[in-house]
């Protein structure tokens, strides 16, 4: 399964912005879709996954309320509806694929990674 993540851009700070993550192959139920981020320099965050089947989802403490991950089912993609961005936010955006929980945040448990794509949150 090949991963094509999309939709960052700049936005200032209280604004909006919706990730896509569009991916190739058919996608099992027990397979977990998910969102990381990097500030470069810095470690890979979690931020949010959704299991593809029963559409569980887990989200970091830092974007609940915020954020907002959902299987788009006839697109074969996961979004990532983000609401009320802080320049904090301001990173690259990976989506992930790994087979099981999608509450594992380890990124070493995530074994397919699509490219980034940029969020800057300006204040």
């Known amino acids: 399964v090949q991963l094509q993540a999309s939709g960052g851009g700049l936005v200032q700070a209280g604004g909006s912005l919706t990730l896509s993550c569009v991916a190739s192959g058919r996608i099992f139920s027990s397979t977990a879709l998910g969102w990381f981020r990097q500030v470069p320099g810095k470690e890979y965050e979690f931020v949010a996954a959704?299991?593809?089947?029963?559409?569980?989802?887990h989200y970091a403490d830092f974007v609940k309320g915020r954020f907002t991950i959902a299987r788009e089912s006839a697109e074969n993609a996961v979004t990532l509806q983000m609401n009320s961005l802080k320049p904090d936010d301001t990173a690259l955006y990976y989506c992930?694929?790994?087979?099981?929980?999608?509450?594992?945040?380890?990124?070493?448990?995530?074994?397919?990674w699509g490219q980034g794509t940029l969020v800057t949150v300006s204040s």
């Open positions: 992930a694929r790994r087979v099981g929980s999608p509450r594992v945040t380890s990124r070493a448990d995530w074994n397919s």
């Open positions: 959704i299991n593809w089947g029963d559409r569980r989802t």
